[in-house]
């Protein structure tokens, strides 16, 4: 049955009922982009084209579409255990998985916390950092930092710490005692670059500032993703990660990464922490854990952290904090199916090998009209096209549309921005292809 091509299935006559996320709605269903299967590097459209997919999904299917050992994991899992409640009782697959999941982190992040999201898994590691101070005598620090063009999903914690202005204006005052360091792009000093940009190091030590604002004693924690995936792709400087960290430790401020989109493999490493040799105290991970298959995410936390959470009473909870699907068998299953696949497939090792290509073929789409900057680092590219006049977004809006209708392409985009990050079975050939396609994406809304 798995190895059935996809069957296409028709449009539903109304689509009024289904308050898309994250969608123009009205644009949407005006003219829909509707999937009906997927498999490997591509997708299906309810008419049947083939469409090569260049998002992975939304970051997330790292191993490609439609592989059967998750499929057949998931199924078997459903069948021998739906369901489990994670308070006070376990499954050995959640046990497994979490160690799966430490051994792949750097050193001293040995500890899983399981969630079913990454807004989950930020909003976790917020809160855990404030109960670790709590608990270690330091209960003034609440006061967290975020970063601008920082994404950390939609609870409100993450919303808060977000910086995304959009995403954040219509929502009252949200988290008070939340601060944002600056962004790290600088188009003028930083354009076209490869990997890491040699210029913005320094961007790290506006934390200093805040520290002598507030006091370092009512700062908990600091959250950056090591690569801003979701406002288009902008890699971390060189040294900028490392300086973060020297200031988070000088000062007592545990150091959270975002790891949703850089997490198994996008970097060519299990977790961006090992490409920038920085441990984080706390560690998001979600998308890729499961390939996309089944919703899971997580925190990895340093044992330092989780050892000051254990010392209490035997039989008190030691965290009041958890989900009903926490660790859920089918997650669980679907996890376990893809750690072996990225294993077996040695996929993290590929992305690594294969990404001066990639870079190579993305860069040549510099010169195309209104390019006017392209970045790329591991398997992700961000391409910034400029503007329609007085209308933000709509030029990247058409590319988008134009490249699923008229391109057989799928791309993200982030305003202006089209963002580029394949599964990691991606070939040569395939790298050739998704290039060409950009580009006559890019001329097409010229
Ligand atoms: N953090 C980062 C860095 C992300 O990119 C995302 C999603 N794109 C999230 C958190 C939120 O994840 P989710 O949509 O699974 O809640």
Redesign the pocket.
Known sequence: MLDKSPRPTTVPNDLAAHWMPFTANRAFKKNPRMLAGAKDMHYITVDGRKIIDAAAG??CCNAGHGRSQIAEAIGQQAAALDYAPPFQFGIPQAFELANRIADLAPAGLDHVFFCN??????DTALKMALAYHQINGQGSRTRLIGRVRG????GFG?TSVGGIVNNRKLFGTLLTGVDHIPATYDREKQAFTKGEPEYGAHFAEELENLVALHGANTIAAVIV?PMA??TGVIPAPKGYLKRLREITQKHGILLIF?E??TGFGRLGHAFAAERYGVTPDLL?F??GVTNGAAPM?GVLVRDTIHDAFMSGPEHMVEFTHGYTYSAHPIACAAGLATLNIYRDEKLFEHAKAIEPKWADAVMSLKGLPNVLDIRTVGLTAGIDLAALPDAVGKRGYQAMEHAFHNTDLMLRIAGDTLALTPPLIINEDQIGEIVEKVGKVIKAVA
């Open positions: 939304m970051w999201s990454g807004s989950e898994a930020a994404y950390h999903g939609v993450g993703e995936g979701s975002d949703v989109i998001t979600a998308k995410g």
